[in-house]
């Protein structure tokens, strides 16, 4: 790991900030390199991962249909697109972050994502589509709703890890 000390702080300007870079291979995703900041001035703390392999772009289609298959992990870059036909599609974006859950932790970040976005929202009809999915992702979370997750991954760094998940080329 390499750091380097006493750096200008993008948020409070100080030179109290403390670089860091290190590669590390994570399991099913590769070689990254870890970036992080930490300011001793006013406590700021950033960090990213970039992947150092270049892969294949790939897709990932899993059906859940029962209660075990909310165990199943996903590792999801910040560059795929994770689309739930009839649900939802979440497109990577400037801020989008990768991660590691499963299946039960994927579901709840779009139960959060549907009621983040109606609730400010005036439109009735809206709001009625909105408690629809909610009612489907809270079944789906007891294994009672059958749902189908896709994966699709320009860089390649994503996997859906299970013999149930189809791996294809986009």
Partial sequence: MSEIHNQPCP???????TLREEEV???YFGRVFVFSMECKGCGARNSDVEPAEKKEPCRFTL???????LNIRIVKSGDATVKI???????PGPA???????????????????QTSVENDEDDDMKTKAKNLLKK?????VGREPIKIIIEDPT???AIIS???QKSKM
């Fill in 85 to 91: 036909p009839r649900i939802i599609t979440m497109e």
């Fill in 96 to 114: 989008a972050n990768g991660y590691v859950t499963n299946v039960e932790g994927l579901l709840e970040k779009v139960k959060t994502a549907i």
């Fill in 137 to 141: 992702i809270s079944k789906a979370l």
């Fill in 163 to 165: 013999d149930k998940a």
């Fill in 11 to 17: 948020f409070c300007e100080e030179s109290k900030a």
């Fill in 63 to 69: 059906e859940v249909n029962s209660e075990d298959d």
């Fill in 156 to 158: 390649g760094h994503s």
């Fill in 25 to 27: 291979e994570i399991p």
